[in-house]
């Protein structure tokens, strides 16, 4: 299990980070639990499995909702 | 396709302003109606296509949005011909959502300051001995850095050569650059004023205090209140809800103008938007001012506290002992504060330390035959003087005669909540000096501030003795003091306010020996120098231990809670007015419908965006 940090573009709805949440747990090998979205400092935060998902998938989940990444970290 | 078009909203956005005015343009002056219709279905096209997106990638993930309702309303207005509505709404909806996204910002940029102050590189000594600038994600623990003039210091560590003056504002408040040599400790986000310096990396990333206090605001920015995660469920199912409806109203109504127009009225958006946006406004503001509030639920407990309790030592004082009152009685005292310098400076007792800071610089003589006296005070040979430096019981056991005036002062001194030390030359009294740890400057008037927004008990809990409890009470006009207190004393004092009285308590203290009560009360307030474990305990941190920064944390979140009830009625109201308007009226139609929900989602964020400058009158 790796995590990841991943910062996107300014979140201007709420209703954006339940596309991004439901993007996200469609996803195999992501930790459903553990997915954090937040609103205000616009961040994605998440366990996921990198045999069975890579984080330039799942960036590209988030790209395909149409919200660009600024920065992704995975420890 | 769908990427291009959403990276390009804000092109699409002003080709869309442009056809809808051209169109009226053309209508009015030019009276040309084929051109006015085709601009208007162009411009519709053109700006339901990123809605429309929006919309199908929400449904896919089974999200009913905004985007949705805009998009089927678009979509109706179109197949009953109305272009002029289908136009304006899109153009609308996009240029108010861009509008919102540039505002929110605005609302962050606090916070967003901070976070931009966390260092990205870092100068690292890789294994040929020369210093590589590298990402600040990877240094580890143990690297060697060098920082120099200007730079971040990029981690939590020692500095191992060099001497170098740093600002510390970014974590503990204080401007005034400190000095740091050889062993210093430095922090992660300070700056480097003056100098050049090599450290060893003890914390890094996230770890180090910096990296703490930001996730901390972080967190709390987004912590979300019973009230929010209420509106957040109900959003969840309004917008479906309103879909519903609409619909409803098509089938019995058969009035697709109607249908449509509910779908505009109903989205949700001021109420979704208008809590979080004070919330991140108002954290913001604390952040700038040395304020740490950890999350929603925090301001809305704070905003309602009536009684603050208040650890003594450390928090209404300074915590260090000093000479508060002294008195001199006749000739050569330059002579005399050498003479008591040079015996002080052998004795470790507090009160001495405190007497050596009031003297400063002087000339020091050897001191010969010293004898320490158990609780009276010292006796030695200066010069070929007899020395006495003690209290009242030493002096009369030195028979030292001790004048009217002198009896009249050491009461005085007394009364003053002072430890008395005397001193006497060859059996005649020189000196009388009265030490006590002394109040913060500006503590009274801040209570005072206090009071006035609203908080009717102000209580100081100690562990000193009741005399010296009740002069500092008397000094700063508080409520109650209690002395003699033990840790546990003072967290069952807070427990019987808070379940026997009712009162809403917040504790504040410098997070030492009082956590039990800092986590107790309903409001747990530290004194924290930045670096202290109290940040992660406590709900409200004072950066640098500022007690002034406490009566504007106070008004702060007294705004802030307000702010919040504002938005809702604002949300609410214009939602309510919406809908009445639409049944009692015959103006209403789609576009105003959306021009006035696009305002008031402004009107919240704008509001909100008022406590950025919020100052404590």
Redesign the interface.
């Known amino acids: 299990m790796k995590s990841a940090t991943i910062q996107l573009e ?1 979140l ?4 954006c980070t ?2 991004i ?3 996200l ?2 996803l195999d090998g992501i930790d459903k639990e553990t997915i954090k979205i ?4 616009s ?1 994605v935060k998440l366990d996921f499995d990198e045999d069975k998902v890579s984080i330039g998938e799942i960036e590209d989940a988030i ?4 919200y ?1 990444i600024q920065k992704s ?1 995975v420890k | 396709m ?2 291009y078009i ?2 390009n909203k804000n092109k699409i956005i002003l080709i869309n302003g442009i056809l809808i005015g051209f169109g009226f343009f053309s209508k009015f002056a030019l009276n040309n109606i084929n051109v006015f219709i085709w601009s208007l279905i162009l411009a519709s096209i053109l700006g339901a296509a990123p809605i429309a ?2 919309a199908y ?2 449904l ?4 009913v ?2 985007d949705v309702l805009v998009t089927v309303a678009v979509l109706g207005a179109f197949l009953i011909q109305n272009f002029e509505e289908s136009a304006i709404v899109t153009f609308l909806f996009l240029f108010g ?1 861009y509008l ?2 540039r505002t ?2 605005k609302t ?1 940029s606090a ?1 967003k300051e901070l ?1 931009e102050m966390a260092p990205e590189t870092a100068l690292k000594q890789m294994e040929n001995g020369e210093f590589e600038e590298v990402d600040i ?1 990877d240094v580890d623990e143990g690297d060697i850095l060098l920082v120099k003039t200007g730079a971040k210091v990029p981690v939590d560590g020692r500095v191992i050569v060099g001497e170098a003056s740093i600002n510390e504002a970014s974590i503990t408040g204080e401007s005034i650059p400190v000095a740091k040599e050889k062993g210093s400790n430095v922090y992660a986000g300070t700056i480097l004023d003056n100098g050049t310096i090599q450290i060893v990396a003890d914390r890094v990333g996230e770890d180090t205090t910096f990296g703490r206090i930001i996730e901390l605001v ?2 709390a ?2 912590s979300k209140s019973e009230a929010e995660r209420f509106i ?1 469920k109900f ?2 199912y309004y ?1 479906p809800a309103v879909l519903v409806i609409a619909i409803i109203v098509w089938l019995f109504s058969r009035d697709i103008e109607l249908a449509i127009t509910i779908l505009v009225l109903g989205c949700p ?1 001021a109420l ?2 208008g809590v ?1 946006v004070s ?2 406004a108002g954290i913001g503001n604390g952040a700038r001012h040395g304020v740490l509030l950890k999350g929603s639920e925090v301001i809305g407990d704070f905003s309602r506290v009536d009684t603050m309790v208040f650890d003594k030592t450390g928090t209404l004082t300074v915590g260090n002992p000093s000479v508060a009152d002294k008195e001199y009685y006749g000739d050569n005292i330059d002579e005399v504060l050498g003479y008591l310098a040079s015996v002080e400076r052998e004795s470790d007792h507090p009160l001495a330390k405190a007497v050596l800071e009031e003297i400063g610089e002087t000339t020091i003589s050897p001191v010969e035959n010293t004898e320490v006296i158990k609780g009276e005070g010292i006796v030695a040979n200066v010069n070929g003087h007899r020395l006495a430096v003690g209290n009242v019981a030493l002096m009369e056991r030195e028979n030292v005669r001790i004048s009217e005036k002198a009896r009249a002062d050491i009461k005085r001194f007394e009364k003053n909540g002072n430890s008395l030390v005397l001193t006497s030359v060859d059996g005649e009294l020189k000196i009388l000096m009265g030490v006590r740890d002394q109040i913060r400057p500006g503590v009274k008037e801040d209570l005072q501030k206090l009071k006035k927004l609203g908080v009717k008990n102000l209580i100081m809990l100690s562990g000193d003795n009741q005399g010296t409890v009740d002069v500092v009470s008397r000094e700063l006009g508080l409520t109650e003091a209690h002395g003699n207190m033990l840790p546990e004393d003072k967290s069952a004092y807070i427990k019987k306010l808070i379940e026997e009285e009712g009162r809403i308590v917040a504790f504040v203290g410098d997070g030492v020996n009082d956590s039990p009560s800092l986590a107790l009360a309903n409001i747990g307030i530290a004194m924290g120098s930045g670096t202290d474990v109290a940040i992660e305990t406590s709900d409200v941190v004072l950066m640098n231990s500022d007690f002034s920064r406490l009566p504007h944390a106070l008004g702060l979140t007294k705004a802030t809670a307000r702010n919040m009830k504002q938005n809702i009625v604002i949300a609410v109201g214009v939602v309510l007015i919406l809908l009445a308007s639409l049944i009692f009226s015959e103006w209403m139609n789609m576009s105003i419908g959306m021009l006035v929900h696009e305002g008031s989602i402004l009107a919240v964020i704008l509001n909100g965006m008022r406590l950025l400058s919020y100052r404590l009158r």
């Open positions: 300014t201007a709805c709420p209703s339940q596309k949440e439901g993007a747990k469609a937040s609103f205000n400092s961040k790209n395909r909702m149409g660009e970290k | 769908q990427r959403l990276s997106i929006q990638q929400a896919k993930v089974k999200v949005s905004i959502a919102e996204q929110l910002n962050r916070i976070t994600d972080e967190e920015q987004d957040d959003s969840k917008t958006g979704v938007i979080p919330n991140v």
